[in-house]
């Protein structure tokens, strides 16, 4: 089972924004990080098992994931996470926000939205955490 990588989409105002945003990157994407994850080879092996994915936070919710390609070195020293420039989306599923990334289990990761499913508007993050306290998502 791989490992995946959480981070806040920081500064996107709507999911819209979002997909926008990956249409106009072709098909990769890079994300520059200060450090090279420590279970880098959890979250994409050696062997060609299938890899993780790096899971969008948007409102204190996991809503969207892309999947990672691989790990590059970047100019001074840090590291560029190369993800597809796709955005899959998964049945939301409160995430506090952090700064940086955060490794999430595959057991914890949300799973894709089969065909046909919509999420609607996502919750406030609040609201969600609310819920999923009470059980009810």
Known sequence: MPLHLTKVAYGAQSLDEMRSWFATRGAEARLTTRYLPKRHTEIVPANGEPGGSLFWIFKHQLVMRSPILRFEEAEGGRT??????????VHPRPKR?????RYLEDADAPADLGAGEETGEVLPGHLAADL??????
């Open 80 to 89: 560029n996470i190369v993800i597809e420039a796709r955005l899959i989306e």
């Open 132 to 137: 999923a306290r009470l059980g009810l998502v």
């Open 97 to 101: 926000a952090h700064q940086g990334w």
